[in-house]
């Protein structure tokens, strides 16, 4: 099966090991030097209708995607990782 970055945003993440269902995906990350997906983003829920922010993105690195499917993505929930802060990423030049 072969599938465009953008057809991902179409494609429901759930847990393997919970069955959670963290939603659909909304960026990916890229290393451009590799050509390679490094992750996943998933966006956070609004809060309080969205007048409250947002909660954190859930991110899961390539390597804990188990399975694609045609409507989902099985996912490892156990190797997610917290989201870089974006103090961090505007320090590189």
Same mark, same amino acid.
Request: net charge negative; glycine share 10%.
């Given at each position: 099966? *072969?599938?465009?970055?953008?057809? $991902?945003?179409?494609?429901? *993440? %759930?847990? =393997? !090991?919970?069955? +959670? /269902?963290? &939603?659909? %995906?909304?960026?990916?990350?890229?290393?451009?030097?590799? &050509? !390679? #997906?490094?992750? #996943?983003? =998933? /966006?956070?829920?609004? /809060?309080?209708?969205?007048?409250?922010?947002?909660?954190?993105? +859930? #991110?899961?690195?390539? +390597?804990? %995607? +188990? /399975?694609?499917?045609?409507?989902? %993505? $099985? *996912?490892?929930?156990?190797?997610?990782?917290?989201? $870089?802060?974006?103090?961090?990423?505007?320090?590189?030049?």
């Amino acid at each position: 099966m *072969v599938c465009s970055i953008s057809e $991902l945003q179409y494609k429901e *993440v %759930i847990d =393997i !090991t919970d069955g +959670t /269902r963290y &939603g659909y %995906i909304a960026d990916v990350e890229l290393d451009p030097q590799a &050509g !390679t #997906i490094e992750s #996943i983003v =998933i /966006r956070g829920k609004p /809060r309080w209708f969205g007048l409250l922010g947002r909660e954190p993105d +859930t #991110i899961f690195p390539w +390597t804990s %995607i +188990t /399975r694609f499917g045609e409507d989902l %993505i $099985l *996912v490892d929930g156990q190797q997610r990782r917290a989201p $870089l802060s974006p103090a961090a990423g505007s320090q590189e030049s």
